[in-house]
Structure formats: structure tokens, C-alpha cells
């Protein structure tokens, strides 16, 4: 029996009264996707086939929700005869509205934070996903790649070895130290474990649906010195205990995750969406 826990909105996937206006899809996974791109563009320029945003665009990335996205997409009327600007967003937030509709329709689903292996070549990019599940299994859909496809992979359903959640990129790097280096952020240059270990705890709130920004802290992340792998003395031993538990969570059924359940979530985090940290106040879960 599917519970609701992943099948019902979060604070932060709540459409508002927008989502069948912007959004009308099929159900294909590929069509959400489309749909989504059509109103949304990331900064790689993947929809746009240019690169780099409008100054509207980037205050854009300070949207949290999915009521706010689309109301924006709805106000700059992106669909019409003489549509506007595009919502500038980021994988997380094409990844949220995904789930948003996903959820609408009583389909869990669920956002992870990840890295993976086909945005950068030999490089791990920091990347978020949507994982819906159709009724036997969870499958990832990649918004932005599966709406233009074009990818040696069905983008609707990533393999698991393209992509590595949080805590399967923590374990690999423990037992690759060397490989740290590869995981982050590229044109940023934002690399290492540290890195890693932020992104375990983003992946650890996704699961409790609480979707963070990819710039958000919280836990023993906000305490690690930034861009840096020298941390106090049982802090790993933590990070690793976080890792096994989201190991736990993956491909497990759709209730609440009972690995996490006594993990508990921030009501503040350390956001830095211009390079300088501020301390942003969530929403009540």
C-alpha cells in the first residue's frame, strides 16, 4: 500500500492555485519536462541554447517555492502570444515543480541531492534530481536533460550509475580520498569532501521534504570551515553515519523514511546565494 507521505505537498512544493494553468501535461514523463522547460530556463542555457541570465533571472533564484515559481511564470504570461522572460531556476527548482505535479496527481515523489557524471566531462556536478515512483519502483527524472533529450541515456529514467546521491558520493570518496577533488561545482571551481558533506544533509532534508536550496547548511555542515576538509574531531565519524542511513533510504518504499525519522531538521540554515552567507528562516514542514 503506498502511503501519502511522498504523494502529498510539502511547504515548499505547494503549488498554489497555478499549477494546471502553467503546467498541462499528459502525465509522460517527458512531456512534464517539456512543460517545465517551457517556462523555465537554468543558466547553462540547455533550453535557451544561450548562455547566462537577464537580471530578472537571477533575483529569480532566490524563489523558494513552487506557488512562487509559477506565479512569476503566470505574471511574466511565459506561454502566450507575446510571452516574457523565463523563471530563471536551477536543477532543484525544475526538480521541485516535477514533484509538485507529480504530487497533484497522488504519484509520490521526492527530490535528491546528487552528482552526476554527464553535465561535465570526468566530473561529478553537483545536481538535483526528481524521483517519482510508478507504482513498483522509483525512477529519477532529469527535467532539463529529458525535455531535450539527445542523451546516450533515457533522461526520464537516469541509471543509477550516471548519478550518485549524496551518500553514495560520500562513501565512494571515503574510499577514494582522491576522488574528492572531482565532486562540486565546476564553473565555480567549488570542489572536495566538504562539499560532499553539505550535500549530504540538503539530500537528508529532501527526504524529509524539506527542500533546501543548493546553497543551503545546516547540521554539522554549517560548522565545517568554508571550502575546507580540515574538520574537528568526530565530524566524519558523523558523516559517515548520515551516508549509511540515506544508503538506507535508497529505493526503499514511499513512507516516511524511518532511517531519518529521528534526525532532526533545521528551522534556520546557512544560505549562501551570492557567495556571502545569511541566515535564512524556513517554513514550517
Same mark, same amino acid.
Given at each position: 500500500m503506498r502511503s501519502i507521505f511522498y504523494a502529498s505537498?510539502?511547504?515548499?512544493?505547494?503549488? &498554489?492555485?497555478?499549477l494546471d494553468t502553467v503546467i498541462q501535461c499528459s502525465g509522460e514523463p517527458r512531456h512534464l519536462a517539456r512543460q517545465i522547460s517551457s517556462f523555465m530556463q537554468h543558466p547553462r542555457g540547455l533550453q535557451s541554447k544561450s548562455e547566462g541570465f537577464r537580471p530578472e533571472q537571477v533575483g529569480d533564484l532566490t524563489l523558494r517555492t513552487v506557488w512562487e515559481i509559477l506565479g512569476v511564470a503566470a505574471e511574466r504570461d511565459v506561454g502566450g502570444r507575446t510571452p516574457g522572460t523565463k523563471v530563471g531556476g536551477l536543477c532543484r527548482d525544475f526538480a521541485i515543480v516535477a514533484a509538485s505535479w507529480f504530487r497533484s496527481r497522488g504519484i509520490p515523489a521526492r527530490l535528491r541531492a546528487g552528482f552526476a557524471d554527464?553535465?561535465?566531462? &570526468?566530473?561529478?556536478e553537483d545536481h538535483w534530481l526528481c524521483e517519482w515512483h510508478d507504482g513498483c519502483h522509483w525512477k529519477r527524472l532529469d527535467v532539463e536533460f529529458a525535455a531535450d533529450g539527445g542523451m546516450p541515456f533515457d533522461a526520464s529514467d537516469v541509471p543509477p550509475e550516471r548519478f550518485l546521491t549524496a551518500g553514495e558520493a560520500w562513501l565512494r570518496i571515503k574510499g577514494e580520498p582522491s576522488s574528492a577533488s572531482l565532486f562540486g561545482v565546476s564553473s565555480l571551481d567549488l570542489r572536495g569532501a566538504w562539499f560532499v558533506a553539505g550535500s549530504l544533509f540538503r539530500d537528508v532534508a529532501a527526504l524529509r521534504k524539506l527542500e533546501l536550496k543548493p546553497w543551503d547548511y545546516w547540521g554539522? =555542515?554549517?560548522n565545517i570551515s568554508?571550502? =575546507?576538509?580540515?574538520?574537528?574531531? &568526530?565530524?566524519?565519524?558523523? *558523516?559517515?553515519?548520515?551516508? *549509511?542511513? *540515506?544508503k538506507s533510504v535508497d529505493g526503499s518504499g514511499c513512507g516516511a523514511p524511518e532511517a531519518l525519522a529521528d534526525w532532526p531538521l533545521p528551522t534556520r540554515v546557512i544560505s549562501f546565494p551570492e557567495g556571502k552567507p545569511v541566515v535564512v528562516v524556513l517554513r514550517e514542514t
Open positions: 505537498q510539502s511547504a515548499y512544493s505547494e503549488p &498554489g492555485p497555478y554527464y553535465i561535465v566531462s &570526468g566530473f561529478w554539522p =555542515s554549517a568554508w571550502m =575546507s576538509d580540515e574538520w574537528p574531531p &568526530g565530524v566524519r565519524s558523523t *558523516l559517515d553515519q548520515v551516508a *549509511l542511513r *540515506l
